[in-house]
T-cell receptor, first 113, second 111 residues
Framework: NAGVTQTPKFQVLKTGQSMTLQCAQD?????MSWYRQDPGMGLRLIHY???????DQGEVPNGYNVSRSTTEDFPLRLLSAAPSQTSVYFC????????????FGPGTRLTVT | GQQLNQSPQSMFIQEGEDVSMNCTSS?????WLWYKQDPGEGPVLLIA?????ELTSNGRLTAQFGITRKDSFLNISASIPSDVGIYFC???????????FGKGTKLTVNP
């Protein structure tokens, strides 16, 4: 199993550009989530999904969209990038129902100039 | 939102020393998890705790789920240089599908 994969690993955007961060998992996990990590802030939840077709907002959802058309994939879209979105983004997945042991991808380091 | 207070923020220790870090909250959690993050990598799960009072070990690591369900600690015994990294606690609130993360403890081990 590859686990949780994320692409790209690094990305530089100009203010106002849009892009999609890709996340995929091959563990048949129902639950998937996106976090951003900023220095001294820990991991903050952006959006999450408990299954295909179901998404919900986390702590810091503004400026981001998600969709979940398949169990395996959970892309994160930046609609109009802003410098405040410069961060490291992590995707995670887990089974539902009791064992909330989330497995993380390697991250995408995004810089918005 | 819910907050986990993780301490200390950073630790500088000598190889061979024992380490202790903890997380506290004003809320009751159903699950406590401890993760380690190496530079440039995603967090990796170390230990998961599911019951109040539970004490679980993973090699030189030991973690406990507090009796009040509002806290947890992680101990590392006989530290080695590869223990360097950031350690995060995470808790799952009852009735929630989401994890809340602490801000991390950065561990430096001097050989």
């Amino acid at each position: 199993n590859a686990g949780v994969t994320q692409t790209p690993k690094f990305q530089v955007l100009k203010t106002g550009q849009s892009m999609t961060l890709q996340c995929a998992q091959d563990m048949n996990h129902e639950y998937m989530s996106w976090y951003r990590q900023d220095p001294g802030m820990g991991l903050r939840l952006i959006h999450y999904s408990v299954g295909a077709g179901i998404t919900d907002q986390g702590e810091v959802p503004n400026g981001y969209n998600v969709s979940r058309s398949t169990t395996e994939d959970f892309p994160l879209r930046l609609l109009s990038a802003a410098p405040s979105q410069t961060s490291v983004y992590f995707c995670a997945s887990s089974y539902r129902g009791g064992a909330y042991e989330q497995y993380f991808g390697p991250g995408t380091r995004l810089t918005v100039t | 939102g819910q907050q986990l207070n993780q301490s200390p923020q950073s630790m500088f220790i000598q190889e061979g020393e024992d380490v202790s870090m903890n997380c506290t909250s004003s809320s009751i959690f159903n699950t406590w998890l401890w993760y380690k993050q190496d530079p440039g990598e995603g967090p990796v799960l170390l230990i998961a705790l599911y019951k109040a009072g539970e004490l679980t070990s993973n090699g030189r690591l030991t973690a406990q789920f507090g009796i009040t369900r509002k806290d947890s600690f992680l101990n590392i015994s006989a530290s080695i240089p590869s223990d360097v990294g950031i350690y995060f606690c995470a808790g799952q609130l009852g009735g929630s599908e989401k994890l809340v993360f602490g801000k991390g403890t950065k561990l430096t081990v001097n050989p």
